[in-house]
């Protein structure tokens, strides 16, 4: 009987260390966005109607290391709805997020605009290991 409490105590230990997310790192001050804009840049995405919206996964050595943080994603909007052109205009920390926020927005679809859209930005935050989307 003490051997199977032992055993219990053991497997329930080892079940949750895998899952938690503990920050190590703070989360860095959010960017103002639109500082970085040009007066006919397409801010934050405005301007679309989104179609299909998938948020980025939480990069697991991220996840794992409890680091937090953001990128600011740049990206043009063709006359299809389809994004192109998706880079990282600037992420802290540099380079942890950057490959899932770009591999994400490239997947985003967007109704039509009436004309191509160039420019967007949209803020990524990777905050207690979840991604939402910022202002």
């Known amino acids: 009987m003490r051997v199977y ?3 219990l105590a053991a497997g329930l230990s080892a079940c949750g260390s895998t899952s938690v997310f503990t920050p190590r790192s703070a989360y860095p001050p959010d960017p103002w966005v639109k500082g970085y804009s040009d007066p006919d840049d397409c801010i934050g995405g405005e301007a679309l109607a989104a179609l299909k919206f ?5 990069p697991k050595s991220a996840f794992r290391g409890g680091r937090q943080g953001w990128t600011i994603i740049r990206l ?3 006359k299809n709805g389809e994004t192109d052109n998706v ?3 600037r992420s802290v920390p540099s380079g942890t ?3 899932a926020s770009v591999k994400a927005v490239e997947a985003w679809q967007f109704k039509p605009p009436a004309a ?3 420019d967007c930005r949209v803020l990524l935050r990777y905050r207690q290991g979840i991604a939402i989307l910022g202002g």
Do not use: H
């Not at 998938?54 to 939480?58: H, N, Q, S």
């Open 5 to 7: 409490w032992l055993w």
């Open 54 to 58: 998938d948020m980025p996964t939480y």
């Open 76 to 78: 043009d909007v063709a």
């Open 87 to 89: 880079r990282v205009e």
């Open 97 to 99: 997020f950057d490959n």
């Open 116 to 118: 191509p859209l160039s």
